[in-house]
């Protein structure tokens, strides 16, 4: 049973900085397939930033610039580095695999930019 678990979100001035954690514990689980989602009040889970299966990072229009994903295979984690936040950037932060095969969503991490 695989289980990813993040960390790392905060409350943060809009301009500041986080970096976020995203564990994966679990057999057969390959953190290369994994990417961030992020999920604003009353709006839907969106797919932030990921490796495609060249291995190449692929962000969304709204973060291109400022985040930037990195991973470490030894550790089994893969990181969010978020710059220059804004408070439009406020959200639950997950990390997960890439569709179709999501696995069961953890708690996430919740990140607050105040403005």
């Known amino acids: 049973q695989v289980q990813l678990v993040e960390s790392g979100g905060g409350l943060v001035q809009a301009g500041g900085s986080l970096r976020l954690s995203c564990v994966a514990s679990?057999?057969?689980?390959?953190?290369?397939?994994t990417g961030w989602y992020r999920q604003a009040p009353g709006k839907q889970r969106d797919l932030v930033a990921h490796y495609n299966s060249a291995g190449r990072t692929i962000y969304a229009d709204s973060v291109k610039g400022r985040f930037a994903i990195s991973r470490d295979n030894a550790r089994n984690t893969v990181y969010l580095q978020l710059n220059d936040l804004k408070p439009e950037d406020t959200a639950v932060y997950y990390c997960?695999?890439?569709?179709?095969?999501?696995?069961?969503w953890g708690q996430g991490t919740q990140v607050t930019v105040s403005s």
């Open positions: 679990g057999t057969a689980y390959s953190i290369e397939s």
């Open positions: 997960n695999s890439l569709p179709p095969l999501l696995l069961p």
